[in-house]
């Protein structure tokens, strides 16, 4: 194991209240959520469509593709859309084990400029809050919060300026931007249709990608083209090697209060330096 990655990873959990919100931010906690949360998986191919012959990294089913187009198109037509996400993340420990952290997160968006995330867990337990103005998270206890101005900028940007290296931590940002499809498959080197599943409960097409240093699979609902279930796994630099998701409770065009995207500070709530991670967009 990368001893320097071990080191990046445990910061996650051991590092101070502090530190910790102010790297965390929409990226991580977007991601992370309640403890316990357990990964419900169902999911059981029962069909295989890639051709034996052709090599697994020059192969682009035509089919996979055209399932995540569909799938990128329903997210990006709808004006709110609300879910929540179960996931789990293997971190590495100071013996060197890797061990299971959960999460357990409630998203609500309305496009093009405001967000709210709920998250509730392992790490950065917090609510976050997006108005078009002002990023806001508080914690969960509301102890802390941390606040920048953020005026004029889409969604998908303020989430990439301001991520903890949401590559590694939350993958499944990329399923909120506006073209979720061009970006997922900018650099992929392979599509496959691998077969029908059923994740949840609900009947889904099984798709799986390779792209540099990653291979990714997605479960999308065969009717409602909607993201059922997410399993990134990272196969180069200081990467977590997989990264697991379920998402749930989906509500496209829903009427959301305005009041959601508004924080509340509790007046004895202590403000915290707000930490970028990267360039600002």
Known sequence: MNPNYQRKSMTLTLRTI?????CALIGAATLFGP???????????????APTAAPAKDFKDERALAALKSMSGTLAAAKTLSFKVRGIVPTPSPTGQYVSL????????????????????????????????????????????????????AIESLMHAIQPGSEATA???????????SLLTKDFTSALWVGQSTVGGVKTEHLAFTAPGLDW??????????????????????????????????KLNATVPAKTFSAAI???????????IGPAK
């Open 102 to 153: 959960f999460a357990s997160t409630r998203v609500v968006m309305q496009r093009p400029d405001k967000l709210f995330v709920e998250a509730r867990g392992d790490l950065f337990p917090s609510d976050s809050f997006y108005d078009g103005k002002t990023v806001t998270v508080i914690g969960a206890d509301r102890k802390f919060y941390t606040q920048r101005d953020a005026a004029g900028g």
């Open 171 to 181: 993958p499944f940002l990329d399923l909120l931007v506006a073209d979720s499809y």
């Open 35 to 49: 403890p316990g949360a357990a990964m419900a998986q169902e999911a059981k191919s029962t069909q295989v469509g």
């Open 18 to 22: 502090s530190h910790r919100f102010g």
């Open 266 to 276: 509790p007046p004895s709530a202590v403000k915290l330096e707000f930490k970028q």
């Open 217 to 250: 699979e997605i479960w999308i609902g065969a009717a409602d083209k909607l993201p059922r279930l997410m399993v990134v796994s990272y196969r180069s630099g200081e990467r977590q090697p997989t990264f697991t998701a379920e998402f749930s409770e989906w």
